[in-house]
């Protein structure tokens, strides 16, 4: 079935960097969906992408739909406290019967 | 204020018993799904409804069943029959097949079953 490979797995980084992480799949996908999730709460939806080669901003987070339809990246510039969590990417093909894939989730800690 | 709510937050069984978790949404949405989350674990799709009166098992079924008999509502019964049922559960709706973004899932704040 399709997987996704999201990395790195975890990242231990210090307050004010900047955070990098991407996802790839086996198969082209024609929406990308980007969550983030705080300890024992639900995913929240940061960013949909729904264009090859589309950059979507939100506040500090910048995503990006890869040109070849089979990748995904996440930036968040300046990070702080409060971006310690989960971040999911999550792809679909849009058709009929497809559902959303989900990757595993790559976790974000920040040093003091 | 619309959004999913799921209850209870935390939910204690007995090996043996079934339980039901509680999802309702009013967000108009025709779609709902029901994930399952272990540690270090991404999201399992457990069971999904596109449309009232009608579900479809997702990858992980098995032990596991649900109703849509109202569009607000999707609720999650695991059976005794779930072999490792302690995980963390979420719901999430989305608008279903007919809206211009229906593949945008919402998550409700889940439920952790804990089963001994």
């Known amino acids: 079935g399709q997987q996704l490979n999201q990395s790195p797995q975890s990242m231990f980084i210090q307050e004010g960097e900047d955070v990098s992480m991407n996802c790839t799949s086996s198969s082209i996908f024609n929406t990308w969906l980007w969550y983030k999730q705080d300890p024992g709460e639900g995913p929240v939806l940061l960013i949909a992408?729904?264009?090859?080669?589309e950059l979507t901003s939100n506040g500090r987070l910048t995503a990006q739909f890869g040109i070849t339809r089979k990748d995904s990246f996440l930036n968040i510039s300046a990070s702080i406290p409060s971006d310690v969590g989960i971040y999911f990417c999550a792809g679909c093909r849009r058709n009929r019967d497809d559902k959303i894939i989900f990757g595993k989730g790559t976790r974000l800690h920040i040093l003091p | 204020d619309g959004g999913i709510t799921q209850s209870p937050k935390y939910l204690f069984r007995k090996e043996g018993q079934n339980v039901t978790l509680s999802c309702e949404q009013n967000l108009n949405h025709d779609a709902m799904y029901w994930y399952r989350q272990d540690p270090g674990q991404g999201l399992r799709l457990i069971y999904y409804?596109?449309?009232?009166?009608?579900?479809q098992k997702g990858d992980i079924a098995e032990g596991y069943s649900v109703s849509r008999e109202k569009k607000e509502s999707f609720p999650l019964t695991v059976t005794s029959a779930q072999k490792n049922p302690t995980a963390f559960y979420l719901c999430?709706?989305?608008?279903?097949?007919?809206?211009?973004?229906?593949?945008?899932?919402?998550f409700g704040p889940g439920t952790r079953l804990t089963v001994t």
């Open positions: 992408l729904y264009k090859a080669g």
């Open positions: 999430a709706s989305s608008e279903g097949l007919a809206g211009a973004f229906s593949y945008e899932q919402y």
């Open positions: 409804s596109q449309i009232v009166n009608d579900f």
